[in-house]
């Protein structure tokens, strides 16, 4: 069902599946977000894990009754490519920041950040910087760090599970990065400049996968306004959505029967044969598919936890 619109304006789209979205830089995520929206004249849309103004790359944004399952990509673990300016510390640990420092990088080569790269391998503890959209007593940190002022954030456990230096050429080295929910990249850029003894900060980060998407399978703003252009009828645009359950893959799935889809629909917990015995799963009907994401219970039985409509 369309949203009613004032008069004049193309009633908004009550679609359902996730873009895979290519960021351009230079724009925030929320933008990003709102020209898909706009595009698609979706009623509902929200994205699943913010990249900076300065960041490129894989950014899931789910349409309609996709956006129940958002928790799930936001916990996801992201893989990055990141490029650090070694010699150079910034008030924010990225390109747009101010210099607040220049250090020398003589004798800094491979054999040397391979031997930093190692410490920060695993779980490690990072304090998140001030720039950051987290909130300390209901304001945002960067809004804060605007004003000049910067208050003590306590440190968070990460996991990197895998950073590899890919590229080494003068003052920029470049390395990929798969780690978990919450790493700051600017941190462990800051951090590895800090533990090489030169500095560095963020110049250039893209992000190549969130969950069980990659960056190869997405489309730009550019792609989606082309089509837009071209006037093409509404099931060939939305053939850039995949369905919700694509984010799940990595969840068991559990088949019920129409008397038990129609028992969790209600909010009623149902028993399954052969069931897992704990965690979430992808519940499915038969005729139907995905109808949402249930939890086992301690009595085995599988309570509904998202349910699709």
């Given amino acids: 069902m369309s949203k009613r619109e004032p008069s004049g304006r193309e009633p908004r789209r009550d679609i359902t599946g996730i873009l895979l979205l290519d960021k351009p830089g230079g724009m925030s995520s929320n933008a990003a977000l709102q020209a898909a929206k706009r595009a698609f004249n979706a009623v509902k849309a929200g994205h699943t894990g913010s990249l ?60 040397r950040i391979d031997d930093a790269l190692e410490a920060f391998r695993g779980e490690i503890q990072q304090v998140p910087p001030m720039h ?26 990460v ?13 920029h080295l470049t390395i990929e990065v798969d780690c978990t929910k919450g790493t700051y990249i600017r941190t462990l850029a800051e951090d590895i400049g800090k533990a090489l003894g030169c ?84 519940l499915y009907r038969s005729g139907r598919g995905f109808i949402g994401i249930g939890t086992v219970l301690d009595d085995g039985r599988i309570a509904p936890r998202r349910m699709m409509r």
């Fill in 52 to 111: 900076d103004v300065l960041a490129t790359g894989l950014l899931p944004i789910c349409f309609g009754e996709a956006t129940k399952i958002s928790a799930f990509l936001l916990d996801a673990d992201k893989s990055y490519l990141a490029d650090i300016r070694l010699g150079i510390e910034t008030n924010t640990g990225d390109a747009e920041g101010q210099i607040t420092r220049e250090l020398p990088i003589a004798g800094i080569d491979g054999a």
């Fill in 132 to 157: 950051s959209a987290l909130k300390r007593d209901g304001k945002r940190l960067y809004k804060l760090a605007h004003q000049g002022i910067e208050i003590e954030r306590d440190p968070r456990t």
């Fill in 159 to 171: 996991t990197i599970k895998r950073l590899e230096r890919k590229h080494l050429a003068g003052e």
């Fill in 199 to 282: 500095g560095a900060h963020i110049s250039a980060l893209r992000r190549l996968r969130s969950g069980p998407f990659a960056l190869a399978d997405a489309t730009t703003l550019a792609d989606i306004q082309a089509l837009r252009e071209r006037a093409v009828a509404d099931a060939e645009f939305d053939a850039l959505l995949i369905p919700p359950d694509t984010a799940l893959v990595d969840l068991p799935d559990v088949h019920l029967s129409d008397e038990g889809a129609f028992s969790v629909t209600r909010g009623q917990a149902v028993r399954v044969t052969d069931a897992p015995r704990a965690g979430y799963v992808r």
